[in-house]
Each structure stands twice: as C-alpha cells, then as structure tokens.
C-alpha cells in the first residue's frame, strides 16, 4: 500500500506553495487508495508553535485535505534520534565539528551557484588532542563516501549526487543537541512506514544523502517525487516569512475549489481553470500530466 505523508513545519502560516505540494501528495496517495499520514516537523522549539500547528490542520482540513493516523510530531521523538546517531557513530561515521558558519563558508564555495555550502572536511581527521584544544561546543557530522547515489524520481527523472563532491558530510545533529532535518526525516519516514514522499523541487538535492542514511540505518528509502515550485510574479520562491499568498488572505477571496481549480490547471492536471474539489481532483489525478518545471502564479 503506498503510504503518503503531510510533513508542514508549523514555523508560520501556510501559504500557496505548501497548499499546492500537500495537494498534490493527498491526491497521488487517495488516487493509488493509499494512506496519508500527518507529522509536525518541529524540531526547532525556538521557530515553530502549537498554535501554528493547529492552523495547519485546520487549513488542510478547510481544502479536504485529510489524513488517516497523526504520529507524533518530532520535538517528541529525541530517544529515536539519539538511537539512531548510537547506530552511525557506532559504524564510526560520525565526528564532531567546531567550525563556524564564517568558516565553513570561507572554506568552501556554494555548488553550482546554490546557497548550500560544500563542508571542506576541514575537522574531519583531527585528533583527540586537537579536539580538546577547541573551545566550543561540536556540531556532528557524517562523514560521505567517495560514491555516487541516484535517486529515481518519479516526476524529475534520475537525480544523481557525488556526495563527497556535491554535498560533503553534513550535519546530523547541530551544536545546540537539536537533530538536523536530513537525520530526522529519514529516522520519521522509516518508522512511520512511508513509502511515497511528495514534495517541492527545492528539496531534491536533499534526496540522495537521505537515500545513503537510509542504508545506513538499514531502513527501505521511499519513492521521491519532487514537484515544482510556486513562483511569485517577479520570480520570487513563495515564503512564509514574506506572507506571500498565505491562505487566510486567499479565502477572504475565494472558495477552496477555487483555488484548488487555480493550482490544477496550472499543474496541467485539468484542461481548463474551474472550481474542483481535492476528492474530485484525486479521481482524475494523473502524474504523467503533471508539469515539471517551476510555475509563475498570480491570484
């Protein structure tokens, strides 16, 4: 059975980019009679809030975006976490790092014009001595292989990342003792059971070092497919920091169908814009229809 997930991080209000990625998860795991599983990723306690949470739901829900079990959200799960960084730093895959953000960014350069640094490996071989000599406290690292991983995508294609090239060991847990999104969804998405992750474009980079976590770990990687992102009309990514077309502005508006028919069409999952619900949405939902390049919306 395919198992889908929501995954909203309850930092902010939801705006028309996140609609649009839950939309299209809900209607490939309702159209294939799977299960949809809600998780609250609030692993920052410092950005994310019960209340954003419970409008989260509420959102979802006011769109007939349902869901069959909530697990439990991830400021809940730290035992889970700690086990599975035992596990890596058992296998010896894992090192603590005392560099600062200046630092890594001076020895490094962005990959391929992005905004993600490429670790330089600068702490990975030091010695015990050369630890106890720094005088901060460690992020933690895991350390990659000299291999390439490729990640079938079911909507972008193949995907495939040298990872001591492309994204260098990366931070599982940070200085602070809070775990990193790449250790933490993995650990999530293998007990949660789920075996279909729909989300944005955006994240596609972040796919093959889950798919090498999650072989380390000894879990099953679920299948990836990555969807466009929603683009501002100057270009812009859509932001919950910029409020950019957030849903309590939107349905002062429109009716949920309303929108719902906006965000098919422009998808190419419907010939023509007209109001259509998510239910009727996920009888008709078809990937091979669906577009692949970014989409520039106006409401």
Known sequence: MTVGRFAPSPSGKMHLGNLFSFLMAWCSVRSAGGEMVLRMEDLDPQRTSAEFAAQIRRDLLRFGLDWDREVPCQSTRTAAYDAAFEKLEAMGLIYPCYCSRAEVHAASAPHLGQSEFVYAGTCRNLTPEQRASKKRLPAWRLRVPEAEWTVHDGLQGDYTELLSRDCGDFVVRRADGVYAYQLAVVVDDGDNGVTQVVRGRDLLASAPRQK????????????????????????????KRDGDLDLDSLLGRYKPEEIIGVLAQAAGLIDKQEAISAKELASVFDWRHMRRDDICLTL
């Open 212 to 239: 090498y976590l999650f072989s380390l770990l000894g879990k099953p990687a679920p299948e990836y497919i990555h969807v466009p992102l929603l683009l501002a009309p100057d270009g812009r990514r859509l932001s």
